[in-house]
């Protein structure tokens, strides 16, 4: 059977089933419009008094929706397994006893991020706050990504499967809204190279396509983004930019307090480098999000100074002049600090890594995919741009161009299914349906 277009949803179609109430995964390529989509429906919930969970699987997704990290809205932080007990110590918590009584929406962006078993502890904490069996203690749950980008990360042996492999997923009676609209790449030549990889048929014309924009500048850019596989290559690109920079150096060195194991999670946990040195006219990226400064994990700027205290002064992208004093990061217990540490939460942005560049959109890209380890990764980092005349690809091999070959099967079977629901939608009389979003509407809002 052929899986076409008339299986795909526009935005209106979607949007038209979100507000039906249902458990949905929204899904569709690089580009597609999912996030705005999402945005577009949180507006419509908070317009509505509807309490709404905003999150991503990484700090820098969560900014595109000005939200959180599924782990830390949900509480369960950097654990791999909930324990009885830590469920107990969560519901003791304050703040979660709060933003779960309030909560009827959950938003969770870039889900093949996120591990499969934490979406059944995710499941396991809204099952245990709402006191409720059903899956997600009956919060509506809508779930945005896609499989073709980058999996889970992996460390110390534990499972990686994607989410759709989690004991949850077949139980939340899913509603797939695939997106068919393209609003990042107009190119339809270099858009038909990502459907190439995307359909895993890479061919020799589509290596061709590529090829032209090897070593090649992007016109009117003197220093596009830099996007590559490893820290340590990002690191090393960095330093040397920050060298080339004939000015004053600042350092500013990381402190720490608290029990010593702990101290090293947060470490890890943080994107914050143990030492930094800026120079004015340093490319930076804060790495947490204070929303009553005006930035967020994610936010890219220039140092344009220090002030008295020698703090660095960030100018955004957008002109905002931000003073990024330290900050700290923690682990605690019972309301107990268990470990700390502070530092200026920036670090240097001229090259960043692919696995940070996803869901971003970049006018112009230098790309360097020779060192390419897992499926998506050439996907990613390639949809990133607009244009095939906005990248410059400086390196590139076999697994660049490879994506996930159960993926392919999966996708398949979502094609269907959301070609399934956009009809089931399409056959409700008009009336009907809006009635039914209303009924759904007045079962969630705080309106009284």
Request: charged content about 25%; aromatic content about 8%; some cysteine.
């Amino acid at each position: 059977m052929y899986v076409g277009y008339n299986t795909l949803m526009t935005q209106d179609e979607a949007l038209d089933l979100l507000k039906l109430g249902h458990n949905v995964y929204l899904t569709g390529p690089a580009g597609s419009g999912k996030t705005y989509l999402l945005n577009k429906y949180i507006e419509y919930l908070r317009k509505n008094n509807v309490s709404v969970g905003v999150t991503a699987s990484t700090g820098i997704a969560a900014t595109h929706l000005n939200g959180t990290t599924i782990h830390s809205w949900s509480g369960i932080g950097i654990k791999d397994k909930l324990e009885k007990q830590d469920i107990n110590d969560l519901k003791n918590k304050i703040y979660l006893q709060i933003r779960f009584s309030l909560a009827k929406v959950l938003i969770i962006d870039e889900i093949s991020m996120l591990h499969g078993h934490r979406l059944d502890m995710i499941d396991q904490v809204c099952r245990a706050f709402k006191i409720s069996s059903e899956p997600f203690g009956g919060l509506q749950v809508v779930m945005c990504g896609d499989f073709f980008q980058l999996p889970p990360v992996a460390r110390n042996g534990e499972d990686d499967s994607f989410v759709y492999k989690s004991s949850i997923w077949n139980q939340m009676n899913l509603k797939v809204c695939y997106l068919e609209e393209q609003y990042r790449q107009a190119d339809q030549g270099f858009l038909q190279v990502l459907n190439d990889i995307r359909g895993s048929s890479v061919s020799h014309k589509t290596l061709e396509i590529l090829m032209t924009r090897y070593n090649q500048e992007v016109d009117g850019v003197g220093s596009p983004t830099k996007l590559y596989t490893h820290n340590t290559d990002v690191d090393a690109i960095n330093n040397m930019e920050l060298a080339k920079l004939n000015e004053k150096p600042e350092t500013y060195s990381m402190t720490s307090s608290g029990e010593e194991k702990l101290i090293e999670i947060v470490k890890k946990s943080c994107l914050a480098p143990e030492q930094l040195i800026l120079k004015k006219k340093a490319i930076v990226m804060f790495v947490k999000n204070n929303f009553d400064k005006g930035y967020v994990n994610g936010t890219l700027g220039e140092v344009i100074g220090f002030d008295k205290e020698k703090y660095p002064i960030v100018k955004t992208l957008r002109g905002k002049e931000i003073i990024a004093g330290p900050t700290s990061w923690t682990i605690e217990e019972e309301g107990v600090v268990k470990a700390e540490i502070s530092q200026i939460p920036l670090r240097l942005a001229w090259a960043i890594t692919v696995h940070k560049s996803q869901g971003m959109s970049l006018d112009a890209a230098q790309i360097d995919l020779s060192k390419s380890f897992v499926t998506g990764m050439g996907y990613v980092a390639l949809s990133r741009v607009r244009a095939l005349d906005g990248m410059k690809l400086v390196g590139i091999n076999k697994m660049a161009l490879k994506v996930n070959e159960e993926v392919v099967e999966v996708d398949y079977d979502l094609k269907k299914q959301s070609g399934y629901d956009k009809r089931v939608v399409a056959n409700l009389p008009k009336g009907q349906r809006i009635k039914l979003q209303k009924k759904f509407l007045d079962s969630v809002s705080t309106k009284t």
